[in-house]
């Protein structure tokens, strides 16, 4: 079973404490944990007390976690835990992680658990039985919102089952996916038990996410138009623009493109669209892991491009000077902050 825990201390920086907590790591922390894991006595409990402070150090609203790897022995886990501030500051603590190991492979967000039938899992010292679990779930546009069924759920306040039911479908689906593609969640304290086994909703993330990512997981674009002060706006987004998808792009580049050649609907023609393209991909193959477009809104011969780019490279710059050379008009670019994507929020579905 999964360990599970809460820190508790006060803020520090959390770079400073990224780099003592590798620092630790590396020296002894590592090989401290994984003997202490073997024996699960009081030198695992102490184990785990250190590793706790260590994460403490880098901020106290992460959380860790050590669930069976994939291609270690384990996988130590520290997560954001839901909490979009600190998205960012959990995926620069994975940048920053030592290579695996036999024993140790690291993440940001809690993977899915392997088996559900038979395991539990301890949620503030609440033990939930995942076979007591029954869902439903309906689709609304891209999201499913399901209604979780668990006896627990009569006896505890909504504070503590919001937590127990945010777990149970992050053991069911994984942290990202549950991040990704559940919506609202419902959990009726009485009455009869739900249509399906907990396991069921995996299959239902799963299609859905089969439906709007391409082979690699990406998600796919979606397109939209509508109308604003009387002109019509077209715009195209990725179907899941959230900073979950990337969480170390915390840096907003907009790209405003403008367009001499249209066509007699005042829209961008093909050719010059074609020539955008070839810059926009160009970027994408240069600038790999640290950018990424996530959206573009075209109106009144201009189309808006939004990046997302990794403050800590020279990405943003990149994407500015790629634009010197654009024949058709002057291009404006603008550059902020925004570590949650409120930026684009309004093309969200």
């Not at 002894?28 to 695992?44: F, K, P």
């Not at 959380?63 to 022995?73: D, E, F, L």
């Not at 658990?113 to 546009?141: K, M, N, P, Y």
């Not at 990424?292 to 020279?314: C, I, K, N, P, Q």
Request: glycine share 8%; with cysteine.
């Amino acid at each position: 079973m999964a360990l599970f825990r809460r820190t508790k201390m006060p803020v520090v920086d959390p770079n400073v404490g990224t780099w003592g907590f590798w620092k630790w790591w590396n020296a002894e922390g590592a090989d401290q944990l994984a003997e202490a894991l073997d024996e699960e006595g009081a030198d695992a409990t102490s184990a785990k007390e250190r590793l706790a402070r260590r994460v403490a150090e880098i901020d106290p609203r992460l959380t860790w976690s050590i669930h069976p790897g994939t291609k270690a022995n384990h996988r130590l886990v520290v997560s954001a835990n839901g909490n979009p501030e600190m998205l960012f500051i959990a995926r620069r603590w994975l940048r920053r992680a030592a290579d695996p190991t036999t024993s140790w492979e690291y993440g940001d967000q809690r993977p899915a658990v392997r088996q559900l039938v038979g395991h539990s899992i301890d949620v503030d010292g609440i033990e939930v039985d995942l076979d007591e679990c029954t869902v439903s779930w309906a689709r609304r546009g891209d999201w499913l919102d399901v209604r979780l069924h668990h006896p627990v759920f009569a006896g505890q306040l909504d504070e503590i089952n919001t937590r127990i039911a945010k777990q149970i479908l992050e053991s069911a689906v994984g942290e990202r996916d549950a991040g990704l593609w559940i919506g609202r969640v419902a959990y009726p304290r009485d009455g009869a038990p739900l249509v399906a086994p907990l396991d069921a909703v995996r299959a239902a993330v799963r299609d859905l996410r089969a439906e709007l990512t391409d082979e690699v997981g990406k998600p796919r674009w979606v397109t939209f138009s509508g109308m604003s002060n009387g002109r019509r706006v077209t715009a195209a987004a990725l179907a899941k623009p959230m900073p979950t998808l990337a969480p170390q792009l915390d840096r907003h580049v907009g790209v405003v493109v403008p367009f001499i050649d249209l066509t007699d609907g005042g829209e961008p023609s093909p050719a010059a669209l074609a020539v955008l393209d070839d810059i926009v991909s160009g970027l994408e193959e240069a600038l790999g892991r640290s950018a990424l477009l996530v959206a573009h809104e075209t109106a009144r011969g201009t189309r808006t491009l939004h990046f997302y780019v990794d403050s800590l490279t020279t990405a943003g710059e990149q994407i500015k000077a790629s634009f010197v050379t654009w024949r058709q008009g002057k291009v404006k670019s603008q550059v902020a902050a925004d570590p949650y994507w409120s930026i684009i929020g309004h093309l969200r579905r």
